[in-house]
Every structure is written in C-alpha cells, then in structure tokens.
C-alpha cells in the first residue's frame, strides 16, 4: 500500500482498538494506553472519544476505564451469520452436484 495514504493518527486509531480487545470486564485506562502506544495521554483522550462517538468504545460506569462496545461483537456476530449462511448455500449446491442420479 501506498505510504502516501497511511495516517499516523488513523494507525494509533487502529492500535488502541487492539489494546482494548481483551479488556471488555475490567477495562483499560488511557494513561496506561498512551505508555503501550509511546504517545501522549490527549492523544489517547480523543482516540477514545473519537471511538465512543462511533459507537466503537465506551467508559465503564462513572470510571475513567475504557472498554471495547459491544459493536464489536455485533459486527463478529453479523460475519458468522453471513458465513453459515453461505455455507449452506454451498452445501446446497455440493448436495445437488453430488446425489446418486
């Protein structure tokens, strides 16, 4: 790809979506974020508002942890949906290629 298309805030962007899987039951502050990133802790405040705006992350309850949505799972939950779906439709068609004439 292109590096003239890449864009460090998009990456960072990216990044955090990675640190926060994994922590949906006891979250991560954006302190501790912005250290495994090597950035500075606003850099982390508007990734995470940025996130939240999307519906792609949200604090838990009044604390200043962060967690992964539930959009995530959604979205996960959508693709195995559209997998077992073309999976029969597949079968389907090996069924009707493949019975005794």
């Not at 298309?5 to 962007?13: S, W």
Request: with cysteine; charged share 25%.
């Amino acid at each position: 790809m292109s590096e003239r298309y890449r864009n460090a805030a998009q990456q960072r962007l990216c990044r955090v979506i990675g640190l926060l899987a994994g922590r949906e039951i006891d979250g991560a502050a954006p302190s501790a974020l912005a250290k495994a990133l090597g950035t500075h802790p606003s850099n982390l405040t508007r990734d995470l508002y940025n996130l939240q705006e999307a519906g792609f992350a949200e604090r838990i309850g009044d604390s200043d942890l962060w967690r992964l949505s539930p959009k995530f799972v959604q979205i996960a939950v959508s693709f195995f949906n559209q997998m077992d779906s073309a999976q029969a439709r597949i079968d389907e068609v090996k069924q009707r290629y493949t019975r005794d004439r």
